[in-house]
């Protein structure tokens, strides 16, 4: 039976035949009809229903209201998606969308958004780091990484009113701990024997400033001349070459990781190198004639300047490092053995981390830190040789 309006006359209280209780109140009006859209309450007693009632009108008139939203996390992540990712790189947003269909969605996907609590991210980031049905467990940085993709999808929620609060906050995370045994920088010797099997191969001259520079790959293949001025010695970084992660996707230039150009200062040696490269690119380009196609200004191509593909340079890389007894060596690893030649070299923290382009100097004495405890250790020997010799 009706109990009649509620004071403000914005809901209306009923018992049903069941003897359970409902109310009913207006939300706003279709931006299309016009009409009045309602929603409605259900409750065990009308005690239940009213504090439900005024809760909610009392949203609506501060202006903080937010519906439930029942539809499915899936549902919500391909809106998300569609919707909300379009100020971010191309690259990033595929990223996005592999973390979204390989991890959130057969986890959480079928969850409504109104029901996903923190226990349940918890419980979904905390696997995330476990073997499971032969699914290999994914390292720290890159669980935080998914984990990074659905606290930005629920935080969207948020801010348009669909979720109230974001159940990813309050969460706790693994620290990302880089350990330098997952690395695997050239060291002493390897240098040599590296630079010496890189003789005569095709990407000779690539390994050789890559090594000397700590680029990326992306950023090597998209160096430009443009970028390099030989009257100062600097390279300026502000973009790189990738490849779009779509079918028929083509190479485009993009901006660098994290949208933060740097500028550094190769040794003379790296300088030079470009120098000789520069000039037998000139040669190249004279001797294809009309079939050069160097339009990106590249500094790295083939003879008819065609940019490298990733793929090729990683292959070539790797028959390298294979034939010197480093199989395990990527062609990351270049420019993590960059970084360790520098500390090697003694050349301070901060100016290795501008070089890198890492956030902070502390990320970098992170990553790194296994080299600094062993110059410590070899200059403690140093030391003890030279009392040793006085005493």
Known sequence: MPRGKAPNGSGTIYQRKDGSWTAQYITGHDPGSGKRIRKTIYGKTEKEVVKKLRAAVAAIDSGQYSEPEKM?????????????????????RATYETQVRVHIKPALGATALSELKPVDIQTFYNNLSKESKGTPALSTKTARNVYGVLHRALAQAVSIGSLRTNPCVGIVL??????FTDLSPLMDDEVGDFLDACRGNAYESLFFVDLYTGLRQSEIMGLTWGNIDFKIGTIYIDRQLIHEKKKGGIYKFAPPKNNRPRRITPAPSVMRMLKGIQQRQREDRVRAGAAWQNDMDLVFTDSFGKHYAHNTISHNFKKIVTSIGLPNCRFHDLRHSFAVLSIQAGIDVKTTQESLGHHTAEFTLDVYTHVSARMNREASQKMESMITEHA
């Open 72 to 92: 499915p996390l899936s549902v919500w992540l391909d809106k998300w998606l569609l919707e909300f990712t379009g100020n971010v790189k191309e690259h990033t």
């Open 174 to 179: 693994t620290p990302t701990q880089y350990k």
